[in-house]
């Protein structure tokens, strides 16, 4: 039975729908006092009321689902969906996927909603009606993960019962779209809490049937520097970014998380050592991320910049400061995010070898400021242009002068030249070292 449970205090909104309700979780946010980006409406005639609001917000409108009646109006970074009001409320709210998203509220705030939604929303409860509403949208049980972190929610245990017999269905069945499966994922990682909201896709055997080569490294076994299994080390290592660097973006997040992803499939024993080793783990890894990341359709840059990054994750700033300025300059197109990865990764492992942890990091760190350092001040002005250096060398285009153009580069960056006769002088010299050493090795 549907009745009013209480009331919300509602946005400015730029229209609302003669005889709309909105509905699901907006209603939910408004109750618990956050501020909604998309908006739901039911209303009778979905198309008009979508251009109408557009009309009024400025935004752009488009249709969703012709054959449902679906529509979307995009304005103010805000999403306002208009979809077609059902024959009986009642019905239409117990078809949704958990009770703190069955509400309906009216244009005075009263909310509408199941006897038992009242008390699901106050005691943060995570409750579905029945296994069939979870089975109608492959997505729910991640969905309801999802919920479970960005909103504090408790699954009920016959709740999460269902969602894990459903996960471990969806590992050789039907799943949701991997663009689908992706922006819950995201919601999840996006969130300070995202170590804990993947560990719980983990428990719950979510991630058995989105992220498999993840979850592979559950129970393998490192020792030696390591105190943590390879899944629960990438987990300490992504828990490390977060509360070390909080502003980290999205690939980097996923580096941490993923970095080790290679290390079921190379770890050997070493029996002299007496623990086991992973030799070319950050190679192979970089690739294996990059197959699940293109798996969950995301763009080609994004996993450009994860793939480069585990790919690094073990070429670790050197002690002496002018070699560690040629190392700054050489994975500039990665810092500062390949540091702060390094330092999660260190600051999650304290295994019986590892010694003092926070002692080990402080070059880490000294390497960090020199980056950002680097970054405000750019890099120098070139001295010499590439016509410049075939001209006094003598060259035709090629890769030779590329090189030596990025050997000027380091120079300059290394404060090695600073003025355009020594630079000149550089190149000279450079090039009569390549001569030589070409000479010597029997190279034409």
């Not at 560690?324 to 019986?352: C, E, F, K, S, Y």
């Amino acid at each position: 039975m549907v009745r009013v449970i209480g009331r919300v205090r509602l946005p400015e909104l730029p229209c609302w729908p003669e005889g709309g309700r909105l509905v699901g979780g907006a209603v939910r946010d408004l109750w618990w006092g956050l501020e909604p980006r998309d908006f739901d409406f039911t209303v009778a005639d979905p198309a008009a009321a979508a251009r109408v609001c557009a009309a009024v917000s400025g935004g752009t409108v488009f249709c969703l689902d012709a054959r449902r009646g679906h529509w979307r109006v995009q304005a103010g970074g805000k999403s306002y969906d208009f979809t077609p009001a059902p024959e009986r409320l009642e019905e239409d709210l117990l078809r949704r996927d958990f009770t703190v998203d069955a509400l309906a509220a009216n244009r005075s705030g009263a909310v509408l909603a199941p006897a038992t939604a009242r008390h699901d929303l106050e005691r943060r409860i995570l409750r579905t009606p029945s296994p069939a509403v979870l089975e109608s949208d492959p997505l729910r049980p991640l969905r309801g993960a999802r919920l479970a972190v960005t909103h504090a929610l408790r699954p009920e245990p016959r709740t999460l019962a269902w969602i894990r017999a459903l996960a471990q269905r969806q590992r050789f069945g039907r799943r949701p779209a991997w663009e689908r499966t992706r922006d819950e994922l995201d919601r999840i990682l996006m969130h300070p809490r995202a170590a804990w909201g993947f560990h719980l896709l983990w428990r719950w055997g979510l991630a058995d049937a989105y992220l498999p080569e993840w979850t592979a490294g559950a129970g393998v076994e490192q020792r030696g520097y390591h105190h943590l299994d390879v899944l629960r080390h990438e987990l300490e290592a992504l828990h490390q970014l977060l509360l070390r660097f909080p502003e980290a973006g999205r690939e980097l997040r996923w580096a941490a998380l993923l970095h080790d992803i290679a290390k079921p499939l190379v770890r050997r024993w070493d029996p002299e050592r007496g623990y086991y080793r992973f030799f070319h783990h950050d190679e192979d890894g970089a690739a294996l991320a990059a197959t699940l990341l293109r798996r969950l359709r995301y763009g080609r840059a994004s996993v450009a910049a994860v793939r480069r990054l585990v790919g690094r994750h073990m070429q670790v700033p050197p002690p002496s400061p002018r070699a560690r300025r040629r190392w700054l300059m050489r994975h500039r197109n990665l810092l500062p995010d390949l540091v702060m990865l390094q330092i999660a990764d260190r600051a999650a492992t304290r295994g019986p070898r590892s010694g003092d942890v926070e002692a080990r990091l402080r070059p880490f760190y000294e390497a960090l400021e020199e980056a950002r350092r680097a970054a405000r001040e750019g890099e120098p002005e070139p001295l010499l242009g590439g016509e410049e250096v075939m001209a006094l060398l003598g060259l035709e285009p090629g890769p030779l002068v590329g090189r030596a153009l990025q050997a000027l580069r380091e120079a300059q960056w290394l404060g090695a030249v600073v003025r355009r006769e020594e630079a000149v002088r550089f190149v000279e010299w450079w090039y009569a070292t390549e001569a030589a050493r070409a000479g010597r090795s029997g190279d034409t």
